[in-house]
């Protein structure tokens, strides 16, 4: 299938992130129970210091938490950031949903935004 490449107006995260599947799935985790305002605030100095998921460890904890703390429930985004960085560079997953904190919306961000199952 082909995955759309117009952004809609809307100005979603995800549409930025389709061609880095794991900074999707980092966006969406920080945009659980957040605002896209708040997100936005903090996604691109994350992303300047954990460029991919190999970059992140949990070593990485303090410097996680201290970047997505204006996010609110830092302590567990960053504990789902380091356990879905880990699986996620293991490559060892069938379904997005197999790994730690994916739940529904980030899985559907993925279906639709990296696959393009609209």
């Known amino acids: 299938m082909r995955v759309p490449t117009a952004k809609s107006p809307l100005g979603l995260i995800q549409e930025d992130l389709r061609q880095e599947p794991w900074k999707l799935l980092i966006a ?34 303090d410097q996680i938490e201290k970047i997505i703390k204006p996010l609110g429930l830092y302590k567990r985004r960053a504990t789902s950031i380091i356990k879905m960085s880990a699986q996620f560079s293991l490559g060892t997953w069938a379904k997005i949903d197999e790994l730690y904190g994916v739940g529904k919306y980030a899985a559907d961000s993925y279906s639709i935004f990296v696959l393009g199952n609209l």
């Open 28 to 61: 969406c985790i920080m945009l659980n129970q957040t605002s896209i305002f708040q997100v936005r605030g903090v996604i691109w100095t994350f992303f300047a210091q954990f460029p991919n998921s190999t970059t992140i460890a949990e070593n990485s904890r």
